[in-house]
């Protein structure tokens, strides 16, 4: 985001010949303040508080990859069967993802296969509707903001017209009006519609390591042996590597942009 504005800047000079006319920090910041204020205030009181800083731990890149967690999972269904429990639980304390953690230690504690899956579904649907708030409320802020851009250029009209005698304050006017539609595309295009495409890419990857977790964790349940637990799960791996559609195999969890707000994962059945 900051290269591609960087980049824009630098082209707007080699056009235009002096950025400086290109700053207004009061119309920047009533584009800004004013998008960003009108978005949070759509969603409900208890959104923008921690939106911040789970937004920033959702665009941290992620160490782990669906190779890895396949092979994890493996790994788990092959000890459960060697191991002993002392051994299991020693193991488990190792695992990053927190639902694969928490889905096998229910399968230590001999819960049955129904109420694992329904633990699972549950945590994993949560998760995802967190994810999609953070999505809708970054799609909200792209949206507003050539909104409030346009609302900046009539206020500066309407100066403009308050001080009709004055040729350069109607020239400053004008520059100050037009500006703000300018900021609007700008932070639109080039801040919230990027953000809106890294949360959007972090859900997809977040779904496809979930739909493993899910399906891995139901064949170790059902004692199935490790090899063909990771036959079953290298299709997801092989999916992603070359960045198939998620259509190109059945899961039981998708994301759907469009979907319903709090509803956006759809059970295959």
Same mark, same amino acid.
């Given at each position: 985001?900051? @290269?591609?504005?960087? @980049?824009?800047?630098?082209? /707007?000079?080699?056009?235009?010949?002096? #950025? =400086?006319? *290109?700053?207004?920090?009061?119309?920047? +910041?009533?584009?800004?303040?004013?998008? #960003?204020?009108?978005?949070?205030?759509?969603?409900?009181?208890?959104? =923008?508080?921690?939106?911040?800083?789970?937004?920033?731990?959702?665009? &941290? =890149?992620?160490?782990?990859?669906?190779?890895?967690?396949?092979?994890?999972? @493996? $790994?788990?269904?092959?000890? &459960?069967?060697?191991?002993?429990?002392?051994? *299991?639980?020693?193991?488990?304390?190792?695992?990053?993802?927190?639902?694969?953690?928490?889905?096998?230690?229910?399968?230590?504690?001999?819960?049955?296969?129904?109420? @694992?899956?329904? /633990?699972?579904?549950? %945590? #994993?649907?949560?998760?995802?509707?967190?994810?999609?708030?953070?999505?809708?409320?970054?799609?909200?802020?792209?949206? !507003?903001?050539?909104?409030?851009?346009?609302?900046?250029?009539?206020?500066?009209?309407?100066?403009?017209?308050?001080?009709?005698?004055?040729?350069?304050?109607?020239?400053?006017? *004008?520059? /100050?009006?037009?500006?703000?539609?300018?900021?609007?595309? !700008?932070?639109?295009?080039?801040?919230?519609?990027? !953000? $809106?495409?890294?949360?959007?890419?972090?859900?997809?990857? %977040?779904?496809?390591?979930?739909?493993?977790?899910?399906?891995?964790?139901?064949?170790?349940?059902?004692?199935? =042996?490790?090899?063909?637990? $990771?036959?079953?799960? &290298?299709?997801? +791996?092989? +999916?992603?590597?070359?960045?198939?559609?998620?259509?190109?195999?059945?899961?039981?969890?998708?994301?759907?942009?469009?979907?319903?707000? +709090?509803?956006?994962?759809?059970?295959?059945?």
């Amino acid at each position: 985001m900051l @290269v591609g504005t960087a @980049v824009f800047f630098l082209f /707007a000079r080699n056009i235009m010949g002096d #950025i =400086p006319l *290109m700053v207004n920090f009061k119309s920047g +910041a009533l584009v800004l303040l004013g998008t #960003i204020v009108g978005g949070l205030l759509t969603f409900p009181v208890h959104t =923008p508080g921690g939106f911040l800083s789970s937004l920033r731990g959702s665009l &941290k =890149p992620r160490s782990r990859n669906l190779e890895d967690l396949v092979q994890q999972i @493996v $790994a788990l269904a092959r000890l &459960k069967r060697v191991a002993g429990l002392w051994e *299991m639980n020693r193991k488990i304390d190792t695992v990053g993802h927190p639902v694969l953690r928490r889905g096998f230690q229910m399968i230590l504690d001999n819960h049955d296969r129904q109420r @694992v899956e329904m /633990a699972l579904k549950k %945590e #994993i649907n949560l998760y995802l509707d967190h994810l999609q708030i953070q999505f809708n409320v970054v799609s909200r802020l792209a949206r !507003l903001a050539p909104v409030f851009g346009f609302v900046g250029t009539i206020i500066g009209l309407i100066n403009v017209l308050n001080h009709i005698g004055s040729s350069e304050q109607i020239g400053q006017g *004008m520059a /100050a009006a037009l500006l703000t539609t300018f900021y609007g595309l !700008l932070f639109a295009n080039f801040l919230f519609l990027p !953000l $809106a495409g890294r949360v959007a890419e972090t859900i997809r990857r %977040e779904t496809m390591m979930l739909n493993v977790i899910f399906d891995g964790l139901v064949a170790v349940c059902d004692k199935r =042996p490790p090899l063909e637990i $990771a036959h079953h799960l &290298k299709s997801y +791996a092989d +999916a992603d590597l070359s960045r198939m559609p998620s259509t190109s195999r059945p899961q039981r969890f998708r994301w759907h942009i469009r979907g319903r707000s +709090a509803g956006q994962q759809e059970m295959v059945k």
